[in-house]
């Protein structure tokens, strides 16, 4: 099979660096082995919440020359701060055409909350999520939070808790979704997902709806637990308009609804624009001749290999076996990068499991312009995306979504200029 | 180093991050299936301590391999199922499962009387009977009996394929043997076209897919070794082995070693469907030569749907260029969801109304689309959307060779 460009990893670096090179005209295909870490997302991207010592970031375009400093091999290092900025804003519009809508901005921080109820900085939010633009700031007054009957992946205390320390009002509402559902039945795998299922049934929905309405008395926000909108993404501002106040959804354990139907969103576009997308494959094969890969087999494909003029690796970290851990190594197992890592096994941990992890920055070794590097040499045609790339820190600097959109870009339009 | 797991599946590798149970069409309709998470891995560690904790709502499970496809950690999650529900299950198949399930000597039955067996699946009063005393869903609507089998006019016809320069051999399923004719005619239509000849294997069973679902291990056993020897013996006299049903392949390639026990490795690279072997042909090896085809240029606007198990095969690139290749078609490829019939699965009355709504959104996205027809690989898939929709569903291979001049 050929394309101009095959994509192995199929998450949110993947999807982006995809989507760029298919809108300029390039075919590509993706082989992703199984569904993204995207599942887990928090409803938002984040760009730099804190710099290696510990600042706290408030203008993450501002702190680039400090991260240049203090972490001189950080992908946004490499990206520089002119590119940062474009690419930042491409990020954000490639999304909005996949029909993501986010709010935020790479010039300023917004803040977010976790399910913990936990504030955090970040740069894009899902724009349905409660987020506020200072630390815990919210116009509102009396609030209701909502949660469902035997749903256990959401904790609607955490949010009570910190919104009346707040000094709101906080009416806890719970809805029992058997009844509402009609369902006879115990809906034993009660998940974000399942429910989100039951909404997406009109039925359904009107039913909770008129429910809702008459329990909210004068609230003037309402808090839903983010299981709404797999299928479709405005069932929260039709909510709104129903009850004539503000919805907006908060945070819960996986899966995560709104990661999933960005997942869903970004393979759509990426199709509509003619891509080929392969899921459930794995790259067993990787051929290179001198400083170049020139094809790849796959499980599923067997003895047709799958042939490109470029290559961009965006296979993910640990929990996406992007990398792998051996007892005293860490490799990529699809094509056997160089890996930046500390040989010294002992210092790949430390015992607190919320201390920084040197584990986290390990990851495939690139040059300036995110080109892999094996057995030392530039390897030309296979760019590094993503949460494969080392260097970063992605919880402890908060930066992990945004180095994989950027870097996804970064490859993209390198990829197209070198067309030119 | 030695293995702790005792067991012969890679439960292990789950990491409990849930992803499965997303992409589960049965869990999304039936809260009573556990799910493949907790079915699959969570359970399997219990089996292993002690098989009463085997549940039987496991009997859910369609075996559509979507979790297997979605799980990030390649465990095999559909197999932990399958095997778990053949070695622990305390249910006995009944009289309905026989025979749904052994479609060879149903097949072989019917044919001889295919019109009057037509006729009497269509009436009510059978469907009554069927569904009251066997338990079969009234609603459905059953495939029809050819009167001439697939396999008798390839007799027929055995010297005029010999005549071709090359040759391969088509397992052609029972699907085409009894139902439908008329798919294999039309692979023999476009091998000859380039140049092949086609032939039976030596000897071809069942599948067996349905036999595994229903819990007949031994006979499935039995008829898979059967079909091993005779695919050796194609393979030794370098033929190549297609087919036209995705679920026959999925079930020579991966059911056989994974679920059976049955050891297929020489032979499962040679084991393909038809338009993977179309496509090697014309764009690996370039022993096909497209530009030598005749098409009748007819403008089609048609949608396809993905078989769940052409997608664990991976394989469903190769039925879109095949499509590709018709000059002047319009071709939508419908959104990644299950029809709901999972072969016997749907037939059955406990079933009905869950694979029904299993495959909703499908039915919906086809009705709203404005389609001459819907393409789909697998024959199942093709009750199932012909008998929930108001289209027809037309294999790959048939709409190619339908558009050959």
Redesign the interface.
């Known amino acids: 099979?050929?394309f101009d460009t095959v994509i192995i990893g199929g998450g949110s670096s993947g999807l982006t660096c995809g989507i760029r090179l298919q809108e300029a005209g390039k075919k590509c295909v993706i082989i992703s082995?199984?569904?993204?870490?995207l599942?887990?997302s928090s409803g938002s991207f984040d760009l730099l919440n804190a710099l290696p010592d510990g600042t706290k970031v408030t203008n993450p375009i501002d702190a680039l020359k400090e991260l240049k400093a203090q972490n001189p091999k950080h992908p946004y290092t490499k990206i520089g701060e002119e590119k940062f900025a474009h690419l930042a804003q491409e990020a954000q519009r490639l999304l909005a055409d996949a029909k993501i809508q986010t709010v935020g901005s790479y010039h300023a921080n917004h803040y977010r909350l976790t399910p913990f109820a936990i504030t955090k900085p970040t740069w894009l939010t899902m724009a349905d999520y409660v987020y506020a633009e200072q630390p815990d700031t919210f116009s509102w007054k009396n609030i209701s939070i909502i949660n469902f009957t035997a749903y256990l992946d959401f904790h609607p205390n955490f949010f009570a808790d910190k919104f009346r320390r707040m000094g709101m009002s906080v009416r806890e509402i719970e809805i029992d979704l058997a009844t509402i559902a009609n369902?006879k039945?115990?809906?034993?795998?009660m998940?974000s997902?399942?429910i989100a299922?039951l909404f997406d049934n009109g039925k359904t929905f009107a039913n909770f709806a008129n429910i809702l309405k008459s329990k909210i008395e004068k609230s003037d926000a309402v808090l839903l637990p983010a299981c709404l909108g797999l299928e479709h993404a405005d069932i929260v501002d039709t909510l709104s308009n129903i009850l004539g106040v503000t919805v907006k959804l908060l945070p819960t354990f996986?899966?995560s609804v709104s990661g999933?139907r960005s997942q869903y969103l970004l393979k759509q576009r990426f199709?509509e624009l003619g891509g080929?997308y392969?899921?459930?494959?794995?790259v067993n094969k990787v051929e290179f001749e001198g400083n170049q890969v020139t094809k790849i087999y796959?499980?599923?494909?067997?003895?047709?290999p799958l042939r490109g003029e470029q290559y961009v690796l965006c296979s993910g970290s640990f929990?996406?076996?992007g990398l792998v851990a051996l007892p005293n190594d860490i490799i990529d197992p699809i094509c056997g990068l160089d890996i930046d890592y500390i040989s010294d096994r002992k210092q790949w941990f430390a015992d607190d499991t919320f201390d920084k992890q040197n584990y986290e920055s390990f990851g495939i070794k690139t040059n300036e312009h995110f080109l892999a590097i094996k057995d030392q040499k530039t390897i030309d045609n296979l760019h590094v995306c993503g949460a494969s790339l080392g260097g970063f820190n992605a919880l402890k600097d908060g930066c992990g979504g945004g180095a994989s959109l950027l870097t996804a870009l970064y490859a993209a339009e390198e990829i197209l200029g070198n067309k030119k | 180093m030695e293995s702790i797991n005792k067991s012969d599946n890679n439960f292990e590798q789950c990491?409990k991050?849930?992803?499965c149970?997303?992409?589960c069409p049965v869990?999304?309709v039936?809260?009573?299936f556990?799910?493949p998470k907790?079915g699959g891995p969570d359970q399997e560690r219990l089996r292993l301590k002690m098989p009463s904790f085997y549940d039987e709502a496991n009997k859910y499970c369609m075996n559509c391999k979507r979790c297997?496809?979605?799980?990030?950690?390649?465990v095999r999650i559909g197999d932990i199922i399958q095997k778990a529900k053949l070695k622990y299950s305390r249910h006995r198949p009944s009289v309905r499962d026989f025979f749904l399930s052994h479609t060879d000597l149903v097949g072989t039955l019917s044919s001889p009387f295919a019109p009057l067996v037509n006729k009497a699946l269509g009436w009510n009063v059978t469907k009554q009977i069927l569904d009251g005393v066997l338990k079969v869903d009234r609603h459905r609507t059953f495939p029809k009996y050819s009167h001439e089998k697939f396999t008798s006019w390839m007799k027929k016809h055995a010297d005029e394929q010999k005549q071709y320069p090359h040759q391969l051999c088509y397992f052609h399923g029972c699907y085409v043997n009894y139902n439908f004719p008329d798919l294999g005619k039309d692979l023999v239509r476009i091998m000859n076209a380039f140049g092949y000849g086609v032939e039976l294997l030596e000897e071809e069973k069942c599948c067996g897919v349905a036999l595994i679902s229903n819990g007949f291990v031994g006979q499935a056993r039995k008829q898979a070794e059967t079909n091993l020897k005779s695919i050796r013996k194609a393979v030794s006299q370098e033929k190549a082995v297609i087919l036209t049903s995705s679920t026959c392949a999925m079930t020579l390639r991966d059911e056989y070693p994974h679920v059976l026990n049955l050891d297929n490795k020489d032979v499962r690279?040679h084991i393909e469907i038809a338009t993977?072997f179309i496509?090697?042909m014309i764009?690996?090896t370039k022993a096909f030569d497209v530009s030598k085809l005749k098409f009748r240029n007819r403008p089609l606007k048609i949608a396809y749907h993905t078989p769940c198990h052409l997608?664990?095969?991976?394989?469903e690139?190769y039925s879109l260029e095949l499509l590709r290749l018709i000059p002047n078609i319009n071709l939508t490829?419908l959104k990644p969801n299950c029809c709901g019939i999972g072969g016997t699965y749907g037939f059955k009355k406990e079933n009905y109304e869950n694979a029904q709504k299993i495959g909703a959104p499908l039915f919906k996205e086809i009705e709203e689309g404005d389609f001459d027809f819907i393409v789909s690989d697998c024959e199942t898939c093709k009750w199932q959307i012909e008998m929930s929709t108001s289209k027809k569903c037309i294999h790959p291979i048939s709409v190619f060779a339908q558009a050959l001049d």
């Open positions: 099979m050929i082995s199984g569904q993204s870490a599942h887990f369902n039945n115990n809906l034993s795998e998940r997902t399942n299922r996986p899966p999933i199709m080929t392969m899921l459930g494959d794995t796959t499980v599923n494909h067997n003895d047709i929990f996406s076996q | 990491l991050c849930t992803i149970t997303v992409y869990l999304a039936n809260p009573q556990p799910g907790h297997e496809v979605a799980c990030p950690s390649n690279d993977r496509y090697r764009h690996e997608e664990k095969l991976g394989w690139y490829v």
